[in-house]
T-cell receptor, first 112, second 114 residues
């Protein structure tokens, strides 16, 4: 049990739609990172938020956006969904930038 | 740029046999290295980490890994496999830029034969 909760656990959306995924971090954790894990691959870094500000971004287009809230929750928003967005989305929370990352169980997004 | 290579997308061992999962990294600076385990339909759980202290790192569930700078390797081992070890294992290196993100290998699926 990592204390990091993601919702929903599974989601099916249609191509072109928009989706919001949610993550509840451990209390006091100032850092949250989001990763995309396609089937059979390792996770890929999407972006990171530190104290509610974006603190780094991977090679993902602007239609991937996020927010971090003062209550240690965060969101990943994806606009104009494409079939290739089908993946497991993982959030990881950290007390600070260089401390251990605790992962949620992930949200499995299927785009049809 | 930092990178991680895991040799073998699938590794199959008999119950009770030695487990060896291979990880090689590329890094221009002293790396922080991690092994994570992922059970089906679950998130990632930290097994162990190397943070430039002892080169032999012991983790949970009887796993350990040895950092070998000369070979740029961080292989994961367990002396005796158990059926419950069946899972996917990921090696990762942490960047030293402003966000300390994790760069991941593609993963190795460990299969345990009874």
């Amino acid at each position: 049990e990592t204390g990091v909760t993601q919702s929903p656990t599974h989601l099916i959306k249609t191509r072109g739609q928009q989706v919001t995924l949610r993550c509840s971090s451990q209390s006091g954790h100032n850092t949250v990172s989001w990763y995309q894990q396609a089937l059979g691959q390792g996770p890929q870094f999407i972006f990171q938020y530190y104290r509610e500000e974006e603190n780094g971004r991977g090679n993902f287009p602007p239609r991937f956006s996020g927010l971090q809230f003062p209550n240690y929750s965060s969101e990943l928003n994806v606009n104009a969904l494409e079939l290739d967005d089908s993946a497991l989305y993982l959030c990881a929370s950290q007390l600070e930038l260089n401390t251990e990352a605790f992962f949620g169980q992930g949200t499995r997004l299927t785009v049809v | 740029a930092q990178s991680v290579t895991q040799l073998g997308s699938h590794v199959s061992v008999s119950e009770g046999a030695l487990v060896l999962l291979r990880c090689n990294y590329s890094s221009s600076v002293p790396p922080y290295l991690f092994w994570y385990v992922q059970y089906p339909n679950q998130g990632l759980q930290l097994l162990l980490k190397y943070t430039s202290a002892a080169t032999l790192v012991k983790g949970i569930n009887g796993f350990e890994a040895e950092f070998k700078k000369s070979e740029t390797s961080f292989h994961l081992t367990k002396p005796s496999a158990h059926m419950s070890d069946a899972a996917e294992y990921f090696c990762a290196v942490r960047t030293m830029d402003s966000n300390y993100q994790l760069i991941w290998g593609a993963g190795t699926k460990l299969i345990i034969k009874p």
